[in-house]
């Protein structure tokens, strides 16, 4: 029997899932992208690029296309798509499991400042005009027009579209993974004295806080958005074992 899976991703994580899971001959694994990123990484499986149409659209498409597991691999802060396959899974009956990589923890000499969202960020920032690291991806740097007395340098995968409306921007087009040692002559070269960053986790992107730490630079941090209840793991290794444990051809066979 072949057991068809939908991997909802966008993440790393979610490419090196669909490639470790498509090694199995009894998989057919499909990987759905929202469409945000202009040019994604090529996958190695099948890809559906765009929107469903909310948890109903989602629930009509595990049924028609017959799947047998959903895969909840989105950014930790794709929080209304982590809640439309919730959704989707408990309308349908198809089981879904989560990859919920675990965010950072701060340590020793870290200057962290903890915020619910992006406006939050920016008024955390303070009315002195300050130079700031906007590490948060494009879609929500538009909050930070509401402080246009700092200065800006906005990192992100594609372009910034428009331009945010301030003064003083610099844009950075550049994919991770971001080495400490890169993103401290970045930190120093540009006379960052804040960072602004999601708790997104992983290694990839942690480098900046290890940077911003070893300088003594502020990093704003901004706390993930609640998500729902459902199975989970934390690596990609750990989510694949829980996959072959539920397709695994002697539990269906009852033996």
């Not at 072949?2 to 899932?17: F, Y």
């Not at 408990?90 to 020793?108: D, F, H, M, N, S």
């Not at 992100?156 to 994919?175: G, I, N």
């Amino acid at each position: 029997m072949t057991h068809r899976i939908l991997i909802l991703g966008g993440t790393t994580e979610a490419r090196q899932l669909a490639g470790k899971l498509a090694r199995r001959k009894d998989f057919s694994v499909t990987l759905s992208l929202a469409g945000r990123t202009e040019s994604p990484v090529a996958q190695g499986v099948p890809v559906r690029v765009g929107g469903f149409g909310g948890a109903e659209g989602l629930a009509v498409y595990l049924s028609e296309e017959h799947v047998h597991l959903l895969i909840d691999a989105t950014h930790p802060y794709a929080a209304r798509i982590s809640a439309n396959a919730a959704e989707a899974a408990k309308q349908t009956g198809v089981p879904i499991i989560a990859l919920r990589r675990p965010g950072w923890e701060p340590v020793a000499g870290d200057r962290w400042t903890f915020v619910d969202g992006v406006a939050e960020a920016a008024k955390a920032l303070g009315m002195a005009p300050r130079r700031v690291l906007l590490a948060i991806g494009r879609q929500e740097a538009g909050a930070f027009e509401a402080a246009p007395q700092h200065h800006y340098l906005i990192r992100s995968v594609d372009p910034v579209e428009p331009k945010l409306a301030v003064p003083d921007a610099v844009y950075l087009l550049a994919r991770g993974p971001f080495p400490e040692a890169d993103e401290r002559a970045l930190l120093e070269k540009h006379g960052i004295d804040a960072v602004v960053s999601k708790n997104s986790g992983g290694d990839a992107t942690y480098g900046k806080l290890a940077a911003a730490r070893a300088l003594g630079i502020e990093v704003i941090i901004v706390r993930r958005p609640p998500l729902p209840d459902v199975p989970s793991a934390e690596t990609v290794d750990q989510l694949a074992a829980k996959v072959d444990h539920l397709f695994d051809p002697v539990a269906e066979r009852g033996v």
